[in-house]
C-alpha cells in the first residue's frame, strides 16, 4: 500500500530529475484528473483483473503496482529494474492481465534480430537501451534506434478503445492513448498525443529521425512518410484511400483470405506488421477482425510482418507455385489471378500475365537468385520483381518508375533493354521493354 506521503516524495523525487517541468505537470493530471479527457474506458474488456492503466484518484494506490518510492530499483521510480518490460511483464505474462505479452517475446518461432542482415523479427522492448522517457522527444534528427514499451504506450492512459478507421487513416486505438508520435506534414512534426496510429510508427520510421542504412536495395530502411504520402501515384492506402478504383482491383480486394478491404478502404500499419498468432493457417475469414488488437511487438516472419512474404530470395529453376511465398499478400487479395498461367483477361486483375509468370516460367533464365542483383533469377517470378517495395513506388530502385501508377516497380535484377536508361511498363500501351530472367521484352505486349 502508498500512502499519499509515499506518492508526494515519489512526486518530490521525480520533479528533481531533468524533465521536472513535465514530470510536475503529468503527475497533477494523474492525480486531478481521474480520467484522461476524451478516453472512453468500456468496462467488459478486463476480465477478472484488475486494470491499472487510470481511473485514478488523489490517493491512489494504483500507483505503486508500478512505482515505489524508497526501494524503488528502476529509473524514474519504477519498482523494478531496467528494462521497463520487467514492470509491465508482472502482470502481462499470463499472470495479472489478459494479454499476455512476456509470452510474446519468449515466442521461440521468433528468430533473433539480424542486423547484419537487416533482417528483423522485434521490437526490442526487453534489452536495455537509451530509452528515457515517452513523453519526451527523443528522436528527431538523431539515429536512436530503440523501442521501449514506454514509447509506444502510455502506462497512465492505456485503455480498451477499438482503432477507428476514417477516410485520413486510422484513428490511434486505447492501447495507444497519450503517447507520442511525428505526424504527416512535409517535414514530419512531434506530436503528443497521436491522433492517428501511424503517427506512432512516424516517430521511429520517417526522415522525423534517422534510421540505419544498406547498400543493398531490399535490405535499405525508406522514410514510410515520403511512401504513404497520398500525393504519390501509387501507394497502398494508409493515410488516404488508394488511386486505383478499378473493378479488377475492387475484386481482387473481395477476395482476400482474411480482409475484405475496398478501393475507398485506409488500412493500418499493423494489418501488414502485426501479432502473426492471430492468424490461423488457413486463414479463417474476418478472424481477427481489420480492427483487432494486432501489435507488432514479434513475429515469426522478416520485417515483422503479420504473414509470410518472400521478397528477397528469387526462386530456383525448377520450384513450384507455393501460396504460402505470398501469404500476406493473399490476406487482402485474391489468389486466384496467380495460378491462371492462360494469360487470358480475368475480371479480378488488370494484369492477366499474373499466373504466367507467378507459375508459370519455370526454368526459364540462367541468373543468380539475388534480386539485388542485375540479371538474376532464373523460375518462376515473386510478386517483389515487378513490386518492388509494397509500401509504393515513391522509393523504386529505377528512378524512372518512381512516378507509376499500379504500384509497379521493377527490380534492381530487371534490366533496362540495351540503350534505355530502366525497365519500362507502359500502362496505356500494355507492353513491357526491359529484360528479365535474360528474356527481352523489347516491347512484349499483354
Ligand atoms: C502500470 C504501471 C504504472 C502505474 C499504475 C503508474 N505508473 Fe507512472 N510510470 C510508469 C512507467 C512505465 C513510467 C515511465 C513511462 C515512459 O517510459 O514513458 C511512468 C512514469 C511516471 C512519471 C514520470 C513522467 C511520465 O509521464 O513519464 C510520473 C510522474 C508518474 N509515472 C507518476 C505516477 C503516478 C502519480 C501514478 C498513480 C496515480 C502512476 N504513475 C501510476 C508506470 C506506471
Ligand atoms: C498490475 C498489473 C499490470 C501491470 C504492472 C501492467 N499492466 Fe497493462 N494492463 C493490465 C490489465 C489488467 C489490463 C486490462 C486488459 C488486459 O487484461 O489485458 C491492462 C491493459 C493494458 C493495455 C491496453 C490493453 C488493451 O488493448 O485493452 C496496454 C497497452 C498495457 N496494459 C500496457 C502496459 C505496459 C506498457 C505496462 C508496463 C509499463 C503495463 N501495462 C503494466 C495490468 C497491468
Ligand atoms: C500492405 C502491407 C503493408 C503495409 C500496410 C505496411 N507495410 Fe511496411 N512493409 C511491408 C512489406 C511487405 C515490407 C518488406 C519490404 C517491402 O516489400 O517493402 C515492409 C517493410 C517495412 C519496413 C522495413 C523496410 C523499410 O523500408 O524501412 C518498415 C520499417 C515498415 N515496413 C514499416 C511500416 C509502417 C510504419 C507502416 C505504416 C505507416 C507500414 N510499414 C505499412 C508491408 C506493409
Ligand atoms: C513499437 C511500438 C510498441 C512497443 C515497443 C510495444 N508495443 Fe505494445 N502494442 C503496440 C501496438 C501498435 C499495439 C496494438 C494496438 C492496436 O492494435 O490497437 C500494441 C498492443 C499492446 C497491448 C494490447 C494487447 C495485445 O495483446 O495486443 C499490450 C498489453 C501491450 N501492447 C503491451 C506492451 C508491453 C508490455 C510492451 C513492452 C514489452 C510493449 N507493448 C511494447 C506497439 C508497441
Ligand atoms: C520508439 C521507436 C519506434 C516506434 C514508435 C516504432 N518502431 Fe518499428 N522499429 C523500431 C526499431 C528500433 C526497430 C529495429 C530495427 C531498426 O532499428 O530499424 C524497428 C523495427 C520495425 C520493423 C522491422 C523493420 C525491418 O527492417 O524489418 C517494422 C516492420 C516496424 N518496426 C514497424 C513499426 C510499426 C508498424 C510501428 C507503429 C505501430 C512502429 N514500428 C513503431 C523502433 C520503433
Ligand atoms: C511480371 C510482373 C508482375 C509480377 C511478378 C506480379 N505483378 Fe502484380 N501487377 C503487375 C502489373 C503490370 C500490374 C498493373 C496492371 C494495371 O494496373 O494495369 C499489377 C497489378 C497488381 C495488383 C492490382 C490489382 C490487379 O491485379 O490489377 C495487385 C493486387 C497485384 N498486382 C498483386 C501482385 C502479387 C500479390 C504478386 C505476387 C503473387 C504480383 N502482383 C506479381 C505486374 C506483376
Ligand atoms: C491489409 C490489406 C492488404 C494487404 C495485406 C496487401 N494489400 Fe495490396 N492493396 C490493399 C488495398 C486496400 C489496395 C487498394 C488501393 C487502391 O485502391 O488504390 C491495394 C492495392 C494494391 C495494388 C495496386 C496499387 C495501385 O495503385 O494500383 C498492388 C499492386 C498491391 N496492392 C500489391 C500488394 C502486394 C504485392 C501485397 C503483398 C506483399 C499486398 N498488396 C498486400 C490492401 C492490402
Known amino acids: 500500500m502508498t500512502s499519499a506521503g509515499e506518492v508526494a516524495w515519489l512526486l518530490r523525487a521525480m520533479a528533481l530529475a531533468r524533465r521536472a517541468a513535465l514530470v510536475a505537470a503529468l503527475a497533477l493530471a494523474v492525480l486531478a484528473g481521474a480520467r484522461w479527457p476524451g478516453v472512453g474506458r468500456p468496462a467488459a474488456a478486463a476480465g477478472p483483473f484488475l486494470d491499472p492503466h487510470g481511473g485514478y ?26 528494462p521497463q518490460s520487467n514492470v509491465c511483464f508482472v502482470c502481462h505474462n499470463g499472470t495479472g492481465a489478459n494479454s499476455n505479452v512476456a509470452s510474446e517475446y519468449s515466442d521461440t518461432n521468433v528468430p533473433p534480430n539480424d542486423p ?5 523479427y522485434a521490437h526490442p522492448a526487453t534489452t536495455l537501451s537509451t530509452h528515457t522517457n515517452g513523453q519526451v522527444d527523443e528522436f528527431a534528427g538523431v539515429l536512436n534506434r530503440h523501442a521501449a514499451c514506454g514509447d509506444c504506450h502510455n502506462p497512465h492512459a492505456a485503455n480498451a478503445a477499438a482503432p477507428v478507421q476514417t477516410a485520413n487513416g486510422w484513428l490511434a486505438s486505447g492501447a ?7 505526424n504527416a506534414a512535409s517535414p514530419p512534426a512531434w506530436v503528443n498525443p497521436i491522433t492517428y496510429e501511424d503517427e506512432l510508427c512516424r516517430k521511429c ?15 535499405q530502411k525508406y522514410d514510410v512518410g515520403a511512401e504513404f504520402d497520398p500525393a504519390n501515384t501509387s501507394y497502398h492506402p494508409v493515410e488516404a484511400p488508394g488511386r486505383n478504383a478499378s473493378s479488377a482491383l475492387q475484386q481482387s ?8 478491404f475496398t478501393t475507398s478502404s485506409t488500412i493500418r500499419c499493423v494489418n501488414c506488421h502485426g501479432n502473426y498468432r492471430l492468424v490461423g493457417s488457413p486463414a479463417v475469414p474476418g478472424t481477427p477482425p481489420g480492427d483487432a488488437r494486432l501489435a507488432p511487438h514479434t513475429s515469426r516472419y522478416r520485417g515483422l510482418l503479420i504473414a509470410n512474404y518472400r521478397d528477397r530470395d528469387l526462386k530456383p529453376a525448377n520450384e513450384l507455385y507455393n501460396s504460402g511465398d505470398f501469404a500476406l499478400c493473399f490476406l487482402c487479395h485474391r489468389e486466384a489471378p496467380f495460378t491462371d498461367v492462360s494469360g487470358d483477361p480475368r475480371p479480378d486483375t488488370n494484369y492477366p500475365f499474373h499466373g504466367v509468370h507467378i507459375s508459370g ?4 533464365g540462367a541468373g543468380g537468385l539475388e534480386i539485388d542483383t542485375a540479371g538474376a533469377g532464373q523460375g518462376n517470378a515473386i510478386c517483389a520483381e515487378c513490386h518492388f ?3 509504393g513506388t515513391a522509393f523504386a530502385p529505377w528512378s524512372a518508375n518512381r512516378t507509376y501508377p499500379g504500384d509497379v516497380n521493377f527490380a534492381p535484377d530487371v534490366q533496362p533493354v540495351s540503350g534505355a536508361a530502366a525497365p519500362v511498363w507502359d500502362r496505356a500501351a500494355r507492353t513491357c521493354t526491359l529484360v528479365c530472367h535474360g528474356k527481352s521484352h523489347n516491347p512484349m505486349r499483354y
Open 116 to 120: 547484419a542482415t537487416s533482417s528483423f
Open 389 to 391: 517495395r509494397t509500401h
Open 253 to 260: 480486394l473481395a477476395g482476400g483470405k482474411l480482409w475484405n
Open 176 to 182: 495507444l492513448a497519450k503517447i507520442s508520435g511525428a
Open 57 to 82: 484518484t488523489a490517493t491512489a494506490d494504483a500507483c505503486a503496482t508500478c512505482h515505489r518510492t524508497h526501494t524503488g530499483a528502476g529509473g524514474g521510480g519504477l519498482n523494478r529494474a531496467a
Open 361 to 364: 516460367i519455370r526454368g526459364m
Open 205 to 219: 520510421h520517417s526522415s522525423y529521425t534517422l534510421q540505419l542504412s544498406y547498400t543493398k536495395a531490399s535490405q
